[in-house]
């Protein structure tokens, strides 16, 4: 295996250490950034869903606000918010650079798409489960969880998916703060190098994750459409089992 | 018992004021069915909404279930003096089933999760919630679909599981919003029989929005017809069917009735409502005490009055006869005018279509 490696990519082979550091800074900015930003822009999804006007809990101020605050980040270039965020990342976790530092700007980028992606998503329950779930006697709560986020999960996975795909992409960025990652990895040492079995072995592992995490969020969303994940059967000849 | 007093609400719309309901008042007896018929736009719904503080009405008094007399005032609702909080809206509103014309059911819940969805707010435990479902499912003829999901249901077995739902936490009052109109005729009449057979079985009162008279006359004790946020008619079904006032009743009743074929045949100007100067087109309408041939008989026999019948029709409402005929009545002036008063006279309703007497 290793000679085969050394004979198609002879200097990846050179600057494995190097690149296995780049895998592991880019997951690591991909799992902590990702789940962060999966947190928040749920719940500023959600928030954007029941204040809008004909929510179920609307409020305008509320609406306009949070609206405003993700067009506005939506529309700065990443590479921007990056340097832009510095003083912001350095006050709140004490550094800007590395792992550590890229983590907010990460955040702040992918929140504003994927709270939008999270409106969509909610947007397309049909009004009348709403009303059927009111009409039961169902208060906020229950309509979020019970019935929003319920009957959206199919659409929320897909979006799930293309922000997750979205952010690997941002992280290739982020080694413009020294965070690393492949994409600094395949720039430092592969473009400026001058070798280009580094490149293609980067572009390689990009398109790899990005077809697994695709494939995994299309079955998990066919799986779940117009049906439960785990279902528990309860027919059995008419008994409760 | 359901009591609506002066109920008034308007929508603010970019196109301007439109007044859904405009000073509605109705009475519901306790386990009765109630029927409330209109055209898209007439206010219906939003009244049926208005019961369950769904929509909240801009003004007016509901009395329903255990809270007697909800005001409302610039669309708040307060009931003891209190205003109504959210929570106690949500807990008025589980004492209450409603269904829907598209069902409403969870797409990604099974048959028995649906059912499920307002027992959670009952207290019970999950045996108790098992049982319960069971129970329903047997009550709604569909324990073979406890594992099913709404997608692999057909619209009949829809509905069904939403009444089995709306059912659940044995509330004493169930709201119909055109809960028929996305089925097929086959679909319609079995779920209209389980309604009328849970009104039966359970006292349940039934409250049903529908734009169809045929909904009305299959299963409703009194009927309600609304028109521009108005009720502009209301009564028992027999009435209604027998002596209807308002031109939009009339309108439904016809549509509702193979008599009501005549006023296409009018209009067409078809060789059977042609008739000769003297002749008369009507339509007698015999009501439960004199339904028969029997005065027709009588009538061409004592006054020689000829009747040349083109429709008739016998439907019976709740057990009582209501028919309909409708043809052309000829003979000499004076025998003409004895033989409609004979009729008259019989109760028989005699309404003329089209008149070719010279007086």
């Known amino acids: 295996m290793a000679e085969w490696i050394k004979t198609v990519a002879p200097y990846l082979y050179t600057y494995r250490a190097k690149f296995f550091a780049a895998c592991s800074a880019t997951f690591q900015m991909f799992y902590k950034a990702g789940l962060i930003a999966f947190a928040i822009g749920l719940f500023f999804g959600v928030i954007l869903v029941i204040t809008k006007k004909g929510g179920i809990r609307q409020n305008v101020l509320v609406y306009q606000i949070t609206n405003l605050v993700i067009n506005v980040f939506r529309s700065i270039p990443f590479i921007i918010l990056l340097i832009f965020l510095i003083p912001l990342t350095r006050a709140v976790v004490g550094t800007a650079i590395n792992v550590k530092g890229a983590i907010l700007p990460l955040v702040f980028g992918t929140v504003p798409f994927y709270t939008r992606q999270v409106e969509v998503a909610l947007s397309g329950v049909e009004e009348g489960k709403i009303e059927a779930a009111r009409s039961m006697g169902s208060g906020t709560f229950g309509l979020i969880f019970r019935v929003y986020l319920h009957e959206a999960l199919p659409d929320l996975i897909r979006v799930t998916t293309v922000t997750a795909i979205s952010l690997i992409g941002l992280t290739t960025m982020a080694g413009a703060v020294g965070a690393g990652g492949i994409g600094s990895f395949a720039i430092n040492y592969g473009q400026n190098q001058n070798h280009s079995d580094i490149v293609n072995v980067c572009v390689i592992v990009l398109l790899a994750v990005t077809f697994v995490l695709q494939s995994v969020g299309n079955a998990l969303a066919k799986r779940t459409t117009n049906r439960s994940l785990f279902q528990i059967r309860r027919g059995n000849g008419g008994k409760t089992i | ?359």
């Open chain 2, 1 to 359: 018992m359901i009591e609506v007093k002066n109920l008034k609400k308007t929508f603010h719309l970019k196109s301007g004021d439109v007044k859904a309901l405009d000073d509605v008042s109705f009475s519901i007896q306790e386990g009765s069915v109630y029927g409330v018929i209109g055209y898209s736009g007439a206010g219906k719904s939003t009244l049926v909404r208005c019961l369950n503080l769904l929509e909240v009405p801009d003004e007016g008094t509901i009395t329903i279930e255990d809270y007697q007399g909800i005001e409302m005032h610039g669309g708040i609702p307060t009931y003891q003096g209190k205003r109504m909080t959210a929570r106690q809206q949500n807990q008025m509103r589980r004492g209450i089933g409603m269904i829907f014309q598209h069902f409403n059911l969870l797409e990604r819940s099974t048959v028995f999760d649906n059912i499920a969805y307002p027992l959670k707010y009952t207290g019970r435990s999950k045996a108790e919630i098992a049982e319960r479902v069971q129970e329903l499912l047997a009550l709604v003829d569909l324990r073979e679909k406890i594992d099913a999901f709404p997608s692999q249901l057909s619209g009949g077995q829809k509905q069904r599981v939403a009444i089995a739902r709306a059912l659940a936490a044995n509330p004493r009052i169930l709201l119909s919003d055109e809960a028929t109109s996305a089925l097929d005729p086959d679909a319609t009449e079995s779920i209209l029989n389980l309604l009328k057979d849970l009104n039966r079985k359970l006292g349940i009162t039934i409250v049903l929005i529908t734009h169809e008279m045929a909904v009305i006359k299959a299963i409703a004790d009194r009927v309600a017809v609304m028109e521009e946020g108005k009720i502009v008619e209301e009564g028992t079904v027999y009435d209604i069917f027998s002596d209807p006032q308002a031109p939009i009743t009339r309108k439904f009743i016809s549509s509702a009735s193979p008599l009501g074929k005549i006023d296409k045949l009018i209009a067409d100007d078809s060789s059977l409502t042609q008739i000769k100067p003297g002749e008369v087109l009507a339509k007698l309408i015999f009501q439960k005490d004199c339904v028969g041939e029997h005065i027709l008989t009588t009538m061409a026999q004592q006054y020689s009055v000829n009747l040349n019948i083109i429709l008739a029709n016998v439907e019976y409402l709740h057990g009582n006869p209501l028919g309909g005929t409708i043809g052309i009545l000829s003979g000499s002036p004076e025998n003409l005018a004895a033989g409609i008063r004979f009729l008259e006279e019989n109760h028989v309703r005699t309404e003329v279509l089209k008149d070719g007497r010279v007086d």
